[in-house]
């Protein structure tokens, strides 16, 4: 990781393959929490495409400086930021649950500079209605949220990890193929607090842009039996940003939907 210095003087850090891995850019956008490394199985996946893989830890989380009241378009404009000093002119956005949200974003904000994107269970835009909150397993974080910032700090304060909100076969990939996103989860949690706690509230309030402004090729991966995001939010997705593809994985969870991965990635770059 590569401490990045920005405008207004937050350090966040960077996960880069170089410029040698490929012509062609990805940019990874974590899951809540994360510590900002790469992730073997989306190293290895890129890496087998020739892509070139980046990705930014956000604010709060693995040592990059904090942004309390930040929204989801402020993971955009560092983004912006962060590219312009990799001398990267044009990317693909791909983010799985709490990076699908500031996936959307840099595909709204930054439309001449990213490609397409794709998201795996990624909440949608906050509406306090049944429809988005019914099917999740454990909705208390972002129950504390919508409350506030110090709220949603208090509830990690007591708040335990319920096993009941993966299905068998998201157990399954963390034992096996996506063993490194458990294990990057458990790393972040040590120090993403604060980070952790930013992003439930960033997706609880106004997001800064509306999905409509995604103008881009845009995949919308989602498991028909996530307990975490429940099959909703994806559908919500798709019927907001125009021309989005909606693939609904049968049986799939929060983490084994990822099992897509290579997929949409090869989907990213078919539309260069």
């Given at each position: 990781m590569t401490p990045l210095h920005l405008a207004d003087g937050r350090t966040v850090l960077v996960a880069d393959t170089g410029p040698g891995s490929g012509s062609r850019a990805v940019v990874w956008h974590h899951e809540t929490p994360h510590t900002g490394a790469h992730l073997a199985p989306v190293l290895a996946a890129a890496t087998e495409r020739g892509l070139r893989l980046v990705a930014v830890t956000r604010p709060g989380f693995g040592g990059a400086d904090p942004l309390p009241?930040?929204?989801?378009?402020?993971?955009?404009?560092?983004?912006?930021?962060?590219?312009?000093?990799?001398?990267?002119?044009?990317?693909?956005?791909?983010?799985g649950s709490g990076g699908g949200p500031h996936a959307l974003a840099a595909a709204a904000l930054l439309p001449h500079r990213v490609t397409g994107v794709a998201t795996f269970a990624s909440p949608a835009p906050f509406v306090d209605t049944p429809?988005?909150?019914?099917?999740?397993?454990?909705?208390?974080?972002?129950?504390?949220?919508?409350?506030?910032?110090?709220?949603r700090l208090a509830?990690?304060?007591?708040?335990?990890?319920?096993?009941?909100?993966?299905?068998?076969e998201d157990w399954a990939a963390l034992d096996g193929a996506w063993a490194a996103l458990g294990q990057d989860?458990?790393?972040?949690?040590?120090?993403?607090?604060?980070?952790?706690?930013?992003?439930?509230?960033a997706f609880v309030t106004d997001w800064g842009f509306a999905l409509a402004d995604v103008r881009v090729p845009t995949l919308v991966e989602q498991?028909?039996?996530?307990?975490?995001?429940?099959?909703?939010?994806?559908?919500?997705?798709?019927?907001a940003v125009p021309g989005a593809v909606l693939h609904e994985r049968p049986r799939a969870g929060h983490v084994s939907v990822l099992a897509g991965v290579p997929a949409a990635l090869d989907w990213l770059a078919a539309r260069w």
């Open positions: 009241g930040r929204s989801v378009a402020d993971g955009a404009r560092d983004l912006a930021q962060v590219i312009d000093a990799l001398g990267i002119d044009r990317v693909a956005a791909i983010g429809t988005w909150w019914d099917g999740m397993a454990d909705d208390g974080g972002l129950r504390a949220a919508a409350v506030g910032r110090e709220a509830w990690a304060d007591t708040a335990g990890f319920d096993p009941a909100q993966f299905t068998d989860a458990q790393a972040a949690d040590e120090t993403g607090r604060v980070g952790s706690a930013d992003d439930d509230r498991g028909t039996d996530d307990r975490v995001v429940p099959m909703s939010h994806g559908r919500m997705i798709a019927a």
